[in-house]
């Protein structure tokens, strides 16, 4: 019946799949609409089409290959199961073949980690004792504090770096999925390089006895921290393992630039189009995504769904509105590089205080 229909958002919502994965999939010829509006396009599913999307979802979870997909569709309301099992039980067996082999992978790149040298100069030993000026230092930490790590599985990244080289210190933040460099000026130390990781919960307490304009004295004694501020103190462990090297990290290709006025951006991204994750569900954004491009006139534009440029970079939107509150400019340089690697967020008048987002990928 033609009142039982279910438009292309109720079937993404009561399926698990996205509106463009549903597009995406009915371009592929995988679970093609009832009925497509011939004036306006808009797509129409039957009822019985929301449990065969709900089947595709699981299956596009597991990672089958599309063409059995197809197959299982096609055979999924038939009376006979035979082929649905038969390409389910193969899928497995693939899965498992691939896990075992992962495994063995693994257990290979374990060995070598345990017996490659560490190259990376990391002071364990001795007393460094630094002088930083209170003000760069609380911002740089505020403009890093927003990407530190919350994942217990991977503890190093529930830390902020303090990388002290050549008289500059940096600070560095990153959750995998966003990245943050700040850097303040230091005296005092005119060794090797020097690395502390220092746990969130130390950092805001650092971050709460910086509010004057004196220079603070920065102490670290092998594995621990201490910040001296005006007779009060924060201290406590550095984090054992190393973090990993964010200057690797950062080499990016250059993209396209374009300034944007922080403010009227912000509205853009706050009021604009919000694109659920269609990730693989593992690792959703709650407030979905902000989909962006350059336009040809160099003002960046929040895509809504009709909009399929090539060029379109999709992030978190949440990790993109921290990013901008983070960069504490009224005006700040995006950078589009290919709509597969990270989207830069630098201050115009200081080239080495920046974050990056990772894109998600969009599946159109």
């Known amino acids: 019946m033609e009142s039982e229909m279910r438009s292309i ?4 919502r009561d399926s698990g799949l996205g509106v463009s994965a549903l597009r ?110 209170a003000p760069e230092l609380a911002a740089a ?12 599985g991977l503890p190093v990244l529930g830390g902020i770096l303090f990388d002290l080289e050549d008289g500059t210190l940096r600070v560095v933040a990153t959750d995998r999925y966003r990245l943050a460099v700040a850097r303040a000026g230091a005296s005092g130390h005119d060794g090797p390089r020097l690395q502390a990781v220092v746990p969130v919960p130390l950092a805001d307490a650092m971050r709460a006895l910086l509010t004057g304009g004196e220079p603070v004295r920065l102490t670290v004694d092998g594995g621990r921290v201490t910040l001296d501020s005006g007779g009060r103190q924060a201290a406590g462990q550095c984090l054992a393992d190393d973090f990993p090297d964010y200057r690797r990290l950062v080499r990016l290709p250059s993209g396209r630039r374009a300034l944007v006025d922080v403010a009227a951006f912000r509205r853009a991204v706050e009021t604009g189009p919000v694109r659920p994750d269609e990730a693989d569900g593992r690792h959703r954004a709650p407030h979905g995504l902000s989909v962006l491009r350059v336009t040809d006139d160099g003002t960046v534009a929040v895509c809504g ?24 400019r009224d005006r700040l340089v995006l950078e589009f590089g290919a709509p597969t690697a990270p989207l830069a967020i630098r201050r115009t008048d200081d080239e080495d205080t920046f974050s990056l987002l990772m894109p998600v990928r969009l599946e159109d």
């Open 305 to 328: 769904d009709g909009d399929e440029a090539p060029d379109r970079v999709a992030v978190n939107r949440a990790f993109l509105l921290h990013a901008l509150a983070a960069g504490a």
């Open 9 to 12: 958002g109720e079937t993404a």
């Open 24 to 133: 995406f999939y009915d371009r592929a010829g995988v679970l093609v609409p009832a009925r497509v509006d011939p004036v306006s396009g808009y797509r129409w599913y039957a009822p019985e089409q929301v449990e065969e999307a709900r089947v595709l979802a699981r299956l596009r979870r597991t990672g089958m290959p599309l063409a059995d997909i197809r197959l299982v569709l096609a055979g999924w309301s038939g009376p006979d199961p035979g082929l649905v099992r038969a390409l389910l039980d193969t899928h497995l067996r693939r899965l498992e073949q691939g896990l075992s082999d992962a495994c063995d992978e693994f257990s290979t790149l374990r060995a070598l980690l345990d017996h490659r040298e560490n190259p990376m100069t990391t002071l364990r030993t001795g007393t460094v004792r630094l002088s930083v000026p």
């Open 141 to 152: 930490l505020d403009a890093v504090r927003f990407a530190a790590g919350t994942d217990p």
